[in-house]
Structures are given as structure tokens and as C-alpha cells.
């Protein structure tokens, strides 16, 4: 029988702790003194390049620069060094765009013991995309999250940056397996399973991880079905993952909707996303007509379930850890107040 009794005092005194500890860790760094910052610098140049080095996976991030992404990027990164999530000397690749100040990069180097290699990037339009028209039709993609303070088009590039321009980058040829994590991206605990400790890596054939599938809401996905079969048509396809074909079939006949995964967090197999035809089909997702990314704002969370059905063999993807969540994973600060607030609260359980 289960009772209910109040917690003792000492117990109910922790919490205003963790809540200071929170707001610690959350606050920005106070003004580094000249020595400090000097050490930084160092620390920034030593951490240019770290794609030539012995370990085979890889965290990845595409981090724009605003005040917003930059504060929970620099939590998420410390999520995984707090909670031991990959080992210290597992290497991030920071991609970013032309305006992110060295003083933001130093924030960010200050916020993990990880080796950080800062990688810049270019987002142009795909040849035969006018965007100056195409706004005036499509507007409402291409101001997705400017009230965050993304640039005009931002939120299109960077679908289409984890869809296709990842994989044409030297860098993340250096390495097996590319963990993904976004800015608002949070871990509060390493896991459990064996593959959790395989973190950014994967065991043996598998080519993906991520949470799913689920069920996605009906927008942004505008032709998006009908586009993906006539592709299999053209080019005479039939799904190598028959099951996740029918799910995908499925959800589309009953609920006019598509499942997604949950690409917040994913690891995906470098060598499978460098084949020629799943390259392929992902430049007809976003390099030509309809151009359905900059258009309808076709989301990788359900053109990763796509290409999973039609390329990746069940037994490449499908067991009871690969495609559920990661028990550790939340989003933004209240992830972050949890791993602070349960942590006071268990160390005091502990020792009650």
C-alpha cells in the first residue's frame, strides 16, 4: 500500500538551492579579465580543426547567431559534458554563418570541455530559385522564426542544410557517425541502453537513430506524398523498408498527415547518407522543382522518415532502442532546471 507523507524539511530546503544553482548556470559569464580571455583566444585557436583526430564520431550543430540560440546552444553543450552523455574528447563541429563574433565563440568554447571546431558556412538558393519572387508568394516560410532573430530564409536553409549541405561538407567525411543536436536540444542523463553508451556512435549496421516515428500535424507538408511517389516511379523504386512504407502509406490514408522522427536528436551513419541515391533524392527535395523545402517548408523530421523507408533495411534502423526516445533528452531551460532540481533532490533522498 502506498502512503503519502510530507517530505522532510531539509528535503523542501533543497529546492530554492537548485534553483539558484540554475539560475548560475543559465546566467551569462561575467566579464573575463585580460589574462582570461588572452587564455581563450588560445583555447579558440587551438580549437579550430579538430576533424583530423582518432575518435570516428562527432557531435554537429548549426548555430545561428542571436542571443536566444546562443544561450540554450551553450546549455545543451553542457548537458552533454554534465551528464556524461559522450566522452569528454568526443569532438563538436560548430557550423555557423559569416556573423558569429569571436566574442560569441569564445562563450561558447567556455561552456564545454569538448574540443570545439568552429566550421563556416554559405547558404545560398538553389539555381532557378528566385527568392525575391518567391517571397512575395511565400512569405510565411521564408519569415519562419525571424522574431527569433534568424535571418530571412533561415529557418529554410536550415532544413535544407541537414538535408543536403551537410553531407557535400569535407568535414564530416572524417568521421563514421554524426550525432545531431539543435540549440534548444538538452540531455539529463546518459542513458541506459548499450546503445546510449555507443554515443555519438552506433553499433555495427545501423545507419540511424532518432525518436519516432510519430505522427506529424498536416502543415508544411504540401504535395509532399505525391512528390515522394512519383520520385519512386521515375526512378524505380520500391522502399527497402517495406514496413516503414506501409506506416508512412498509412498515416497518410487515414490522417492526411506524415509521421516524423524526432531530429532534435539523431545519429546518422556518414556512409549511408553519402550514397549516390539517397543523395540524389535528397537535391530533388531541395535543390529543384518545386523546391519543395523553400516553398511548402518541407520538414526534415518526415523526409528522414522518407528516406529511411525507401533506402535503410528494417534491420538497419528498426530494434526497441533505435527508434524510441532517448531517455535522456528534453528541450531548453526546463530540461536544464530538472537535471539541476533532481539532482539536489536525489543526493538528499540518498542520504536521508
Avoid at 54 to 80: M, T
Avoid at 291 to 300: A, E, L, S, T
Wanted: charged share 25%; aromatic share 10%.
Amino acid at each position: 500500500m502506498i502512503t503519502s507523507k510530507t517530505p522532510p524539511r531539509s528535503l523542501l530546503l533543497l529546492i530554492p538551492t537548485a534553483l539558484i544553482l540554475f539560475l548560475t548556470i543559465t546566467k551569462k559569464s561575467p566579464q573575463t579579465t585580460s589574462k582570461h580571455l588572452t587564455s581563450t583566444r588560445r583555447n579558440l585557436q587551438t580549437f579550430q580543426d579538430h576533424t583530423k583526430t582518432l575518435e570516428r564520431n562527432a557531435i554537429v550543430a548549426l548555430v545561428p547567431n542571436n542571443e536566444g540560440d546562443l544561450h540554450d546552444f551553450c546549455l545543451a553543450i553542457k548537458s552533454l559534458s554534465v551528464n556524461r552523455v559522450v566522452k569528454p574528447t568526443t569532438p563538436v563541429l560548430v557550423y555557423h554563418e559569416d556573423d558569429l563574433i569571436d566574442d560569441s565563440k569564445y562563450d561558447i568554447i567556455k561552456c564545454t570541455n569538448n574540443p570545439i571546431t568552429f566550421i563556416q558556412v554559405e547558404f545560398d538558393f538553389p539555381r532557378g530559385f528566385d527568392a525575391e519572387k518567391e517571397y512575395e508568394e511565400n512569405w510565411k516560410v521564408a519569415a519562419r522564426a525571424t522574431n527569433r532573430g534568424r535571418r530571412l530564409w533561415g529557418y529554410a536553409q536550415m532544413i535544407r542544410f541537414w538535408t543536403t549541405g551537410l553531407w557535400k561538407h569535407p568535414a564530416v567525411k572524417e568521421f563514421d557517425t554524426i550525432m545531431r543536436i539543435d540549440t534548444d536540444s538538452c540531455f539529463v542523463s546518459p542513458g541506459e541502453d548499450i546503445e546510449d553508451s555507443e554515443l555519438p556512435g552506433m553499433r555495427g549496421r545501423y545507419v540511424y537513430r532518432s525518436d519516432g516515428p510519430g505522427t506529424g500535424v498536416n502543415t508544411w507538408i504540401h504535395d509532399l506524398f505525391s512528390f515522394t511517389e512519383k520520385y519512386m516511379k521515375k526512378h524505380k523504386i520500391t522502399p527497402a523498408n517495406e514496413d516503414l512504407w506501409r506506416v508512412v502509406k498509412d498515416t497518410w490514408k487515414e490522417k492526411k498527415t506524415l509521421p516524423v522522427f524526432g531530429t532534435n536528436f539523431e545519429v546518422n551513419r556518414v556512409a549511408f547518407f553519402l550514397r549516390p541515391d539517397v543523395m540524389k533524392w535528397h537535391e530533388a527535395l531541395t535543390e529543384a522543382e518545386p523546391f519543395g523545402v523553400f516553398r511548402y517548408r518541407w520538414g526534415d523530421a518526415q523526409t528522414r522518415v522518407l528516406t529511411m523507408a525507401l533506402f535503410a533495411k528494417k534491420d538497419d534502423i528498426s530494434n526497441s532502442v533505435l527508434l524510441k526516445r532517448h531517455p535522456g533528452t528534453g528541450m531548453g531551460e526546463d530540461c536544464v532546471l530538472n537535471i539541476l532540481v533532481f539532482r539536489v533532490l536525489g543526493d538528499a533522498i540518498a542520504t536521508a
